[in-house]
């Protein structure tokens, strides 16, 4: 393989390497667009669903919330343990500083009056009732607005519980809705559901509520705009190593013509048209006359004079010479012709 081929092939090669990186980083884009989209259609089908009973969802506390169930709206009754309330830590709302109100709520019919006897009596299910502002350093005591007392039905959305976190916070506070966290921060020995809830109502309805939280977000992201770019990147980089590799070989090979060219030339010039014994180019001497064209004439190099001895007989003769002319009344000497 020619040394244009070569370098033909590398830069081909090149990019190969960058555009099927591209193409991965474009995958990659595509299935968190893929993520992002079915995560949305389970708010849009979920969020403004009509509630159904807890039990409905969530068996017993042993069933995990499915992520297709998130978001939807269901109805329990039970009372609120205000006594192990939790606040959650490093949660801003709306781009101000929030604490979020947990509260245990321990159930006495996870089938809110639908079914002949109560079900899942005695599990706890954290509600997540608003958010509280922190106050200048979120370090002051602040006031928690109490939930409703006694038997009471709550409306709420499910949730998918967080990991549990191992980052410290202080005492009455977590960095996390992970449900037995919550908990144990606050003092409450039961079994919770594998899920926590965002409050929406309350009957009854208690005098003052904390904020109520913002809705999930719905926007897709760019996502797939940044997809299509590096697929797009894919193609521009390997179209344009094609054609660099193309130009490339194009002018490698082009050069290597023309040195074969000169070398043939030299070769085929006979030694008096400035070609030496050894194959190598030599300027031509060349007289009175025009130089051919597309050559640049080239003078003759002066004749080379013989070593001192000739020069001092030189001096010799050409001073006989002018005494001999003296003497018959030339006026200058005549050499001799060599």
């Known amino acids: ?33 893929v993520w992002r989209d079915a995560a949305i259609a389970v708010v849009t089908t979920n969020y403004a669903a009509d509630p159904v009973p807890l039990d409905d969802v969530l068996e017993s506390t042993d ?23 939790v606040l959650l830590r490093n949660r801003p709302v709306d781009g101000h500083p929030a604490y979020h109100v947990l509260v245990p709520f321990v159930v006495s019919d996870a089938s809110a009056g639908t079914a002949d006897d109560p079900t899942g009596a005695g599990g706890v299910l954290v509600v997540d009732r608003g958010w509280v502002p922190t106050g200048e350093d979120a370090s002051a005591a602040v006031d928690v607005p109490a939930p409703p007392a006694g038997t009471v039905t709550l409306t709420a959305r499910l949730r998918l519980d967080e990991r549990e976190t191992t980052r410290t916070a202080p005492p009455g506070q977590v960095q996390a809705v992970a449900s037995s966290q919550v908990l144990a921060a606050g003092g409450l020995d039961a079994v919770p559901y594998a899920a926590y809830a965002q409050r929406l109502s309350e009957d009854p309805a208690p005098a003052e509520v904390p904020g109520t939280l913002p809705p999930p977000s719905t926007d897709p992201g760019s996502h797939l705009s940044y997809a299509f770019q590096w697929w797009a990147f894919a193609l521009l980089i390997l179209g344009g190593s094609v054609v660099v590799a193309r130009r490339e070989a194009a002018l490698l090979t082009e050069a290597a ?50 070593g001192r001895a000739e020069d001092e007989e030189d001096a010799l003769i050409d001073a006989q010479l002018s005494a001999r002319a003296a003497t018959d009344g030339r006026e200058g000497p005549v050499r001799p012709a060599r």
């Not at 193409?23 to 884009?29: I, P, S």
């Not at 023309?258 to 031509?284: I, M, N």
Request: with cysteine.
């Open 1 to 33: 393989m020619s040394a244009a081929a070569r370098r033909a092939v590398g830069i081909v090669c090149v990019g190969i390497v960058l555009a099927t990186a591209c193409v991965f980083l474009g995958r990659w884009q595509w299935n968190r667009h």
């Open 63 to 85: 069933d995990p919330l499915g992520k297709a169930d998130e978001w939807r709206t269901v109805e329990v009754v039970g009372r609120y343990d205000t006594d192990a309330t």
């Open 257 to 306: 013509s023309d040195d074969e060219v000169t070398d043939d030339e030299a070769r085929a010039a006979p030694p008096g048209d400035g070609a030496s014994d050894d194959g190598e180019r030599r300027p031509v001497r060349t007289g009175g006359g025009a130089a051919p064209a597309g050559r640049t004439p080239v003078r003759a190099a002066p004749r080379r004079r013989g």
